[in-house]
């Protein structure tokens, strides 16, 4: 287990068509939110062994859609450690976006990729 300021934990997802809610394919923010979710958890897991519980967000910012077909990663940095709680920043990036104006399953490795939310939080996890 490590604790260190800056270790980072990401995931990569690719987004189903099940997921979009709006037009143009777009999924809604809350999808990028799970997804906080899911890296927060790993996170606990590496740092203390455990689930842990998510407390709150300080900050989040929409910055660009997210789309079905879509290649995002996902991760969280740890920045402050406490007895119990880890700030983390999350961030959450396409990669890949699906290109249909070539062909229904063409799509685009994103060079840079494109930052759609990022997020500061922050954990709780159970006195060792």
């Known amino acids: 287990m490590t604790r260190e300021v800056g ?3 990401t995931h990569r997802n ?7 809610h709006y037009g143009g394919s777009l999924v809604d923010g809350a999808y990028g939110l799970g997804l906080f979710g899911d890296v927060a958890t790993e996170m606990c897991i590496r740092t203390d062994g455990d689930e842990g519980l998510f407390a709150g967000y300080q900050a989040v910012e929409f910055l660009a859609p ?3 077909g879509d290649v995002v990663e996902a991760s969280a940095t740890l920045t402050r450690v406490g007895t119990r709680s880890r ?5 959450v990036r396409v990669v890949c976006r699906a290109a249909p104006e070539r062909g229904d399953s ?5 060079d840079p990729p494109i930052v759609a939310t990022r997020a500061k939080g922050t954990v709780v996890v159970p006195g060792q």
């Not at 690719?14 to 979009?20: D, F, I, K, L, R």
């Not at 700030?87 to 961030?91: A, K, S, T, W």
């Open 106 to 110: 063409a799509a685009d490795v994103l």
């Open 7 to 9: 270790f980072t934990v």
């Open 87 to 91: 700030d983390l920043d999350f961030e």
């Open 66 to 68: 997210i789309r079905a």
């Open 14 to 20: 690719y987004v189903p068509h099940s997921h979009a």
